[in-house]
């Protein structure tokens, strides 16, 4: 059974940075893509970034843009956010999603596996 995990979340302060990973298990797929996703509070859940490991292309969101950059570790099948200069309104539930098959996007009803998120706190 593929499994996601995140890990690395927590409170930080506003100009800070944090990196979370997200550790996939349980598959041999050759093509899909991997989204990290925030719901903040009060909030519907949204896109942050993807990489499709079918086209090569990585996508953000504009509020993230210059802050936030995703990598992955395809041999140990691991992705990071690494996030720096977070705001107040970075603060969310993070989650790790992968969509199975040859996709270039990370909408969420088409993402096929979920991790269960990881709170991170922006706050002074």
């Known amino acids: 059974q593929l499994q996601l995990v995140e890990s690395g979340g927590g409170l930080v302060q506003p100009g800070g940075s944090l990196r979370l990973s997200c550790a996939v298990s349980g598959f041999t797929l050759n093509y899909y893509a991997i989204g990290w996703f925030r719901q903040a509070p009060g909030k519907e859940r949204e896109e942050i970034t993807c990489i499709s490991y079918y086209s090569g292309m990585e996508d953000y969101e504009e509020s993230v843009k210059g802050r936030f950059t995703m990598s992955g570790d395809k041999s140990k099948q691991t992705v990071f956010l690494q996030m720096n200069s977070l705001e107040p309104d970075d603060t969310g539930v993070y989650s790790c999603?992968?969509?199975?098959?040859?996709?270039?996007?990370?909408?969420?009803?088409?993402?096929?596996?979920w991790g269960k998120g990881i709170l991170v706190t922006v706050s002074s």
């Open positions: 999603a992968l969509r199975a098959g040859p996709g270039t996007t990370c909408p969420s009803r088409d993402m096929d596996f």
